[in-house]
Structures are given as C-alpha cells and as structure tokens.
C-alpha cells in the first residue's frame, strides 16, 4: 500500500480545528445513524436520517487521495480518437491561461486510442508512433511543467474498448510502465473481459499501482454493471455506477437518477462516478448544461471536463469556473465571499464543504415528478438545495424543510449560487422560486446562528 501523505495528514489535522471550532444553532431532525466518522469527537449533530451516511468512510484503498472528487479533462467526449500529443498540450495550455487549472482542474487525462495496436516485442505497450511521436513521458514532463498530472487508460481486459492492448495479467508490468512514465491517474475499463468478475479483475491492478511506489488515482470503469458501490470502495478512489454518458438531456437526467441510487457509498477517498461532463459540447441548451453542472457537483461526482477548452463559449467557461457551485463539490480551506451585514449573524454560506457527504433527490412532485428537490448536507449545518426543473415548462418549485432534513422552525439565508447573490436571510418552513423549463436553480441555505448584540 502507498503511503499516506504528508499533505493529507495536513488536511486532515487542519478539517479537525476547521470543523471543530464550529458552533451554530440550527435544528436538524432527529437521526437513528451513527454520527458521521468524519466528524470528529462528535462536535456536530447527527446528519438527519435522510441522507443515510452509514456506508460512509468505508474505503480501504489508503493512498491518500481522493479527499474530495477529483476534477480536470479527458479527452473522450470530445475528441473520441481524433487526438495527438499537440491536441494535448494545447489543452494543458488552455486550462492554465483560462483560469480553469487554478479552479482545481488539475488532471489531464488521455483516454482511449493513445497506444499502438498491439505490444512490442518485449510484451510493453507502445504509444501510437503518429499521435504521440514524443512518447508519454515528454508529455508527462509538459504536464508537469504546468503544475498539472497526467492521466491515462486501460482496461480490465484484453483489449481496450478501441481494441488497443488491455491490461488483464499483464498488471503488474503495466502499472511499473505507467509510474515510469509520470502517470498520475489510471481510468480503467471494462471491454473484452472474458466475462471474468469484475470483482476479481479490478483488484489485481489496484495492488500493481500501489506496487509501484507511486501515488496514481485509480478510477475504475465497470459502467455499474456489477454495481460497483457495493464493493469497490475497497478496491478504487471512484467507481463508474452507469454506462457512458451521451451529450443530451434524455442521457443526463437518466445518468444522475441512476447515480442518485448510490448515495449512501460515497465519502471522502472514494466516490461514485455518473462519468465525465458533457458541458460545451452542443447537445444540451444552456439550462440544461448549468443543471448538469449543478446536480454532478450537488452530488459530489467528479468534475471532469469533456469538451474542448481550447475553443470554449462564454457561456461554457461561465458554467465551468463558477467558484460557488465547485465549493459544493470540493474543499477550499478560505472563503469565497464576506457574508452580508445585517442583523444577525450568519453561519459561513460561502465556505466550501470539507463534510462529503454525497447530495440526493429528496422529493418530487407534478407531472411524473419532475419538479424536483434535491439536497444534501453541508458542513457548518449549511445544506445544499438545488431546485430542477425536468418539465416542459416554467413552473414554480418549493422546498420544504421537512424534505431538505430541516425542522420547520429553523431560519436560514439563502444564497444563489448562479445569481451570486442572496436572495432570502431568513427564511423559515419552505422556500421557493420561478425555475424555467430544463433549469435548475442552485442555493446554499445557512443558519442563523444568533442576534448580533445592539450593544
């Protein structure tokens, strides 16, 4: 097993004072569970039993990554095959000087069709001769030049999904190739499989990474066959729960409903995967793609970008680098924004969530239930509320407490996280709002915590 970082020992020692020192007043409704492992000596409430976190801090991986959903590009819903080593390193040059690297997309990863079609004659996989001329290694050292990683696929089988060399009994060579050449993270599919279990493909090449010496984020792509939920935790740093997703409505609201389904198993080393984000790439309006954007980081599912970054719209770059939305997902130790001045003292709204704790549908209604809530708790007794349209038409949404986890008496901020702006600083029983066709409005609810004194 690889070490545990430095780094982490650090960021956990560091959530412990952060999470610890916090103290507001909200009421949250009575829970069964345990209280969440992450939270340490018991200084919060228990989570309300909506959001069932008993499979929690599960994973036995322990090398150290993963604290939060990982976040970058790959290049398959894009580019597909159509890539080369130059593709590459103007992308790594275009996270940089949009802004998107700083934003914590930080892995660049290279998915199928970057080999040869079959190994060398000492049994290795060669990189395509015409697509990456310089070898992986040059390109490694580029990425890393950038302050960026690297990351590459294979698959738990014969062949990749493009027929190019797998990795199934060749793991343990793979892996040492892969640490050599500067890899930082490995995509691992699940084509030609030999019908095999995956449950005994996958950990063999969990062991090979780990041999290496090296820390490389293993993402394992079973597409939820198996569901993977159920056992990879000990196995990988995320685990795919649906096949691949397509660049349409229809393909993304079917994906993060079956994503929804695995709540329970996600925590900080490990999460479920609904697959990489098609923001950008033309098939969803504007409204679809900012609801995209909000249920994956609502449910703490890998940020990965998939289209090209080179030539993004205004509209694109809005939806990707919205810092409050990303907070949801991921750990920022400072502050985005000052809470507003007002009468009362607010818990932090903008901080980000260094809890976990993967959000859910948690109620429905209207025509086949497309006006919908979905929530999940954050750190500081803040919850996120992200309200989703899926009618064909605008309608008004509400939210009550009960759904959210909150008792109906608690008062709250309202932040928008898309209008940057709150919206409500004391809102009580249910909150609502206008929700177009398609869209979905995104908010981070916060406690009041107590009068601030007229002395």
Same mark, same amino acid.
């Given at each position: 097993?690889?070490?545990?970082?430095?780094?982490?020992?650090? %960021?956990?020692?560091?959530?412990?004072?952060?999470?610890?020192?916090?103290?507001?007043?909200?009421?949250? %409704?009575?829970?069964?569970?345990?209280?969440?492992? =992450?939270?340490?000596?018991?200084?919060?409430?228990?989570?309300?039993?909506?959001? *069932?976190?008993?499979?929690?801090?599960?994973?036995?991986?322990?090398?150290? %990554?993963?604290?939060?959903?990982? +976040?970058?590009?790959?290049?398959?819903?894009?580019?597909?095959? *159509?890539?080369?080593?130059?593709?590459?390193?103007?992308?790594?040059?275009?996270?940089?000087?949009?802004?998107?690297?700083?934003?914590?997309?930080?892995?660049?990863?290279? *998915?199928? #069709?970057?080999?040869?079609?079959?190994?060398? &004659?000492?049994?290795?996989?060669?990189?395509?001769?015409?697509?990456?001329?310089?070898?992986?290694?040059?390109?490694?050292?580029?990425?890393?030049?950038?302050?960026?990683?690297?990351?590459? /696929? &294979?698959?738990?089988?014969?062949?990749? #999904?493009?027929?190019?060399?797998?990795?199934?009994?060749?793991?343990?060579?793979?892996?040492?190739?892969?640490?050599?050449?500067?890899?930082?993270?490995?995509? /691992?599919? !699940? #084509?030609? !499989?030999?019908?095999?279990?995956?449950?005994?493909?996958?950990?063999?090449?969990?062991?090979?990474?780990?041999?290496?010496?090296?820390?490389?984020?293993?993402?394992? #792509?079973?597409?939820?066959?198996?569901?993977?939920?159920?056992?990879?935790?000990?196995?990988?740093?995320?685990?795919?729960?649906?096949?691949?997703?397509?660049?349409?409505?229809?393909?993304?609201?079917?994906?993060?409903?079956?994503?929804?389904?695995?709540?329970?198993?996600?925590?900080?080393?490990?999460?479920? @995967?609904?697959?990489?984000?098609?923001?950008?790439?033309?098939?969803?309006?504007?409204?679809?793609?900012?609801? $995209?954007?909000?249920?994956?980081?609502? +449910?703490?599912?890998?940020?990965?970008?998939?289209? *090209?970054?080179?030539?993004?719209?205004?509209?694109?770059? @809005?939806?990707?680098?919205?810092?409050?939305?990303?907070?949801?997902?991921?750990?920022?130790? !400072?502050?985005?924004?000052?809470?507003?001045?007002?009468?009362?003292?607010?818990?932090?709204?903008?901080?980000?969530?260094?809890?976990?704790?993967?959000?859910?549908?948690?109620?429905?209604?209207?025509?086949?239930?497309? /006006?919908?809530?979905?929530?999940?708790?954050?750190?500081?007794?803040?919850?996120?509320?992200?309200?989703?349209?899926?009618?064909?038409?605008?309608?008004?949404?509400?939210? !009550?407490?009960?759904?959210?986890?909150?008792?109906?008496?608690?008062?709250?901020?309202?932040?928008?996280?898309?209008?940057?702006? =709150?919206?409500?600083?004391?809102?009580?029983?249910?909150?609502?709002? $206008?929700?177009?066709? $398609?869209?979905?409005? +995104?908010?981070?609810?916060?406690?009041?915590?107590?009068?601030?004194?007229?002395?």
């Amino acid at each position: 097993m690889a070490k545990i970082s430095g780094k982490h020992v650090l %960021l956990t020692a560091i959530l412990y004072v952060y999470i610890t020192a916090v103290a507001v007043t909200a009421r949250l %409704l009575p829970s069964e569970l345990p209280l969440h492992p =992450y939270l340490i000596n018991g200084q919060h409430k228990p989570i309300s039993k909506i959001y *069932d976190t008993s499979k929690y801090g599960i994973l036995q991986l322990g090398n150290g %990554l993963a604290n939060t959903p990982q +976040m970058g590009w790959n290049s398959w819903n894009y580019f597909r095959c *159509d890539f080369d080593e130059k593709v590459i390193k103007e992308t790594v040059d275009a996270l940089v000087t949009t802004g998107l690297a700083k934003l914590g997309y930080n892995y660049v990863n290279i *998915d199928d #069709c970057w080999a040869e079609p079959t190994r060398n &004659s000492e049994g290795k996989i060669v990189p395509d001769s015409k697509s990456f001329p310089s070898g992986v290694k040059d390109l490694a050292d580029y990425i890393h030049s950038k302050g960026l990683k690297l990351g590459i /696929y &294979s698959d738990a089988g014969l062949y990749t #999904c493009q027929i190019r060399p797998g990795s199934l009994k060749h793991e343990y060579d793979d892996a040492a190739l892969f640490a050599s050449w500067g890899v930082d993270y490995l995509k /691992y599919d !699940n #084509c030609f !499989n030999l019908g095999i279990e995956p449950e005994e493909r996958y950990p063999p090449m969990r062991d090979a990474l780990n041999a290496t010496g090296r820390t490389i984020f293993y993402s394992l #792509c079973e597409w939820g066959v198996n569901n993977p939920a159920l056992w990879a935790s000990k196995i990988g740093n995320s685990w795919r729960t649906t096949d691949d997703i397509e660049d349409s409505w229809e393909s993304m609201t079917t994906i993060a409903d079956i994503n929804n389904k695995w709540a329970a198993y996600a925590g900080p080393g490990g999460w479920n @995967d609904p697959d990489m984000l098609e923001v950008g790439n033309g098939g969803m309006t504007f409204e679809e793609y900012r609801g $995209h954007f909000s249920i994956w980081a609502l +449910m703490k599912a890998p940020l990965i970008i998939g289209c *090209d970054v080179r030539n993004m719209t205004a509209e694109t770059y @809005d939806i990707l680098t919205n810092e409050e939305v990303i907070s949801v997902n991921q750990v920022f130790l !400072n502050d985005l924004l000052t809470p507003p001045s007002s009468s009362v003292i607010f818990a932090n709204e903008i901080s980000s969530d260094p809890l976990g704790v993967q959000g859910k549908k948690v109620d429905s209604y209207g025509p086949d239930g497309c /006006y919908q809530i979905w929530a999940g708790p954050l750190s500081e007794q803040r919850f996120v509320l992200a309200l989703w349209n899926r009618c064909s038409k605008p309608s008004t949404i509400t939210a !009550n407490w009960g759904a959210i986890g909150l008792e109906s008496s608690t008062t709250v901020s309202v932040r928008d996280l898309w209008k940057h702006k =709150y919206v409500s600083l004391n809102s009580a029983t249910s909150f609502s709002a $206008h929700v177009d066709a $398609h869209a979905c409005e +995104m908010y981070i609810l916060a406690p009041v915590a107590a009068a601030r004194s007229a002395s």
